[in-house]
């Protein structure tokens, strides 16, 4: 039944040690998404200078990403490569914690740590993402995917309430300091984490060909193909909403951090129903819950930018965060089912790209919102997320019946 589907990765020892290192991870990263943003709109007032950031911040992931997935399928121990990025995050997030003790801090600052931790990420993060069917086996992926997702849409429901208290009462630098931490404590806690891949070995053959070869495996997988590029298109469309949304809560609300850490707790709450939801569904009709899911997302974010009342947003946030949870992790899923194993890191570098892209578009929306408002903009991108996914719904059979 359902609750045996969503109880079977729990009972795998490994599988206990990589939740939990995924949860250190996610509060580094929630509450980094927080606390950066907020600086960022703080020294600058500017909706141009939020998308600055998040272009800096995606440029590694557009470079390296294919990298980092040619190193996930060649390097013995995939783990390593996750520990190690998980300590040079700590060190970035000390120093920047240090400059906000002694007032040095200045934008280009952030933009130096966030070029920097993005490098790192899009070398980290494929291999993590590869490491999960070898640590649970491909019978519990699924589950297992949406058990990861519920534990770090927990983390995204309380580390921006944390953050936002922390900036309001403490300072900033204190949020940089329990980031410093909780990418310690992620780092720490792989090291019992045993796979399956941890001693598989491939053949050594030059970078470039190897991501030749992933991409030529990619363009002619006919279930791959669609599934990441329209991925990758929804994130695009979707995802700028919630690098914008410091500068909104700002502009829009009128309010301040502890606002913001509120609100992003609302759309955690939604992500954490919508990955309590994936984690007991069986596999059937995956691809057309997807793409309904996409078209939910779509039509709460129009009705999100059409409100300025904070009260009136933060119910409309919990759809947008479910609806969200849904499709991130059923493509997750549907990826991760669909791939050969030998090709299993650089297709995830691939299916990551979507998060260095949608940053990239956020720079877009960000120089747009400052010529014509970020309501207008947020809600013509949602505009547009709903015809793609209805159109594709409708017209793409194969994605449609994706079990």
Not at 16 to 45: D, H, K, Y
Not at 322 to 332: H, Y
Not at 349 to 368: H, I, N, P, T, V
């Amino acid at each position: 039944g359902a609750r045996e589907r969503f109880l079977a990765p729990l009972r795998i020892p490994s599988f206990r040690w990589f939740l939990a290192s995924t949860t250190g991870q996610m509060a580094s990263l929630n509450m980094q998404g927080l606390v950066r943003g907020f600086l960022t709109f703080e020294l600058t007032e500017s909706f141009a200078a939020l998308g600055t950031l998040f272009l800096i911040n995606s440029i590694p992931g557009m470079l390296f990403a294919l990298w980092g997935g040619v190193l996930a399928d060649r390097i013995q121990r995939r783990k390593r490569i996750v520990q190690t990025g998980q300590l040079i995050n700590a060190l970035n997030a000390t120093i920047v914690g240090l400059m906000l003790v002694t007032d040095v801090l200045r934008f280009e600052h952030l933009l130096i740590a966030a070029f920097l931790q993005g490098t790192v990420n899009s070398v980290m993060m494929p291999a993590r993402q590869a490491m999960l069917p070898g640590v649970v086996g491909l019978p519990n992926l699924t589950s297992a995917v949406a058990v990861n997702a519920a534990a770090r849409d927990s983390i995204r429901l309380l580390a921006p309430a944390v953050g936002g208290f922390l900036i309001h009462i403490l300072g900033a630098y204190w949020v940089y300091f329990l980031m410093a931490g909780t990418y310690l404590f992620a780092s720490a806690t792989l090291i019992p984490v045993r796979s399956s891949d941890d001693t598989a070995r491939r053949r050594a053959s030059g970078g470039w060909r190897d991501i030749v070869e992933g991409i030529r495996y990619i363009y002619r997988d006919d279930t791959l193909r669609p599934l990441l590029s329209f991925n990758i298109l929804f994130a695009i469309l979707a995802m700028p909403y919630i690098f914008m949304l410091p500068g909104y809560v700002a502009d829009v609300f009128e309010d301040g951090a502890d606002r913001l850490g509120l609100l992003l707790s609302f759309i955690g709450a939604g992500a954490l129903c919508g990955a309590l939801i994936v984690a007991t569904l069986g596999p059937n009709h995956r691809g057309k819950t997807l793409l309904l899911a996409v078209t939910i997302q779509g039509l709460a974010l129009i009705a999100f930018a059409t409100t300025k009342s904070f009260w009136i947003a933060a119910p409309i946030a919990v759809v947008i965060g479910l609806s969200e949870a849904l499709r991130m992790s059923l493509s997750n899923v549907l990826v991760q089912t669909y791939v050969q194993d030998e090709f299993r890191g650089r297709v995830m570098s691939a299916y990551m790209l979507q998060r260095a892209l949608a940053q990239f578009g956020a720079f877009f929306a960000g120089l747009l919102a400052a010529v014509i408002g970020v309501q207008l903009v947020l809600g013509g991108m949602a505009a547009l997320l709903v015809l793609v996914a209805t159109a594709v719904l409708a017209f793409h059979q194969r994605l449609r019946t994706l079990a």
